[in-house]
C-alpha cells in the first residue's frame, strides 16, 4: 500500500508561481514512477511530468520549460514547481505513483490561475 498526500495548490494570478508537494508513504520502496496528472472540468485526466526511481523526467508538450518536477528521497516527496501560469493551466492536480503492478492516486489539489 501507497498513500500519497498532496499540498501546495491555490489561487494565482497568469504568471505566477507554485510549488505542489506529494508526501509519499507506505511501501515507497516499490515505486518505479511518481508523476503528476491534471484533470479540468470536462477534460480528461492527462499526464503533467513524470520521474522514474532514477530520475529520468518526462513532460507534457504544453508544460515544456515551465514545469520542473523533482523528488527528495530523505523526505519522501515529489514536487512539482509550476512557473508561468496559465488560466488554461486551471485543474485538480493528481499525485501518481506506479509500482510493479498497481497504481495508487492522491486527493488532488486545486490550481487555479486568473487572467
Known amino acids: 500500500q501507497v498513500q500519497l498526500v498532496e499540498s501546495g495548490g491555490g489561487l494565482v494570478q497568469a504568471g505566477g508561481s507554485l510549488r505542489l508537494s506529494c508526501a509519499a508513504s507506505g511501501s515507497i520502496f516499490s515505486i518505479n514512477v511518481m508523476a503528476w496528472y491534471r484533470q479540468a472540468p470536462g477534460k480528461q485526466r492527462e499526464l503533467v511530468a513524470a520521474?522514474?526511481?532514477?530520475?529520468?523526467?518526462n513532460y507534457a508538450d504544453s508544460v515544456k520549460g515551465r514545469f520542473t518536477i523533482s523528488r527528495d528521497n530523505a523526505k519522501n516527496t515529489v514536487y512539482l514547481q509550476v512557473n508561468s501560469l496559465k488560466p488554461e493551466d486551471t485543474a485538480v492536480y493528481y499525485c501518481?505513483?506506479?509500482?510493479?503492478?498497481?497504481?495508487?492516486w492522491g486527493q488532488g489539489t486545486q490550481v487555479t490561475v486568473s487572467s
Open positions: 501518481n505513483a506506479v509500482l510493479i503492478i498497481k497504481q495508487y
Open positions: 520521474i522514474t526511481s532514477g530520475d529520468s523526467t
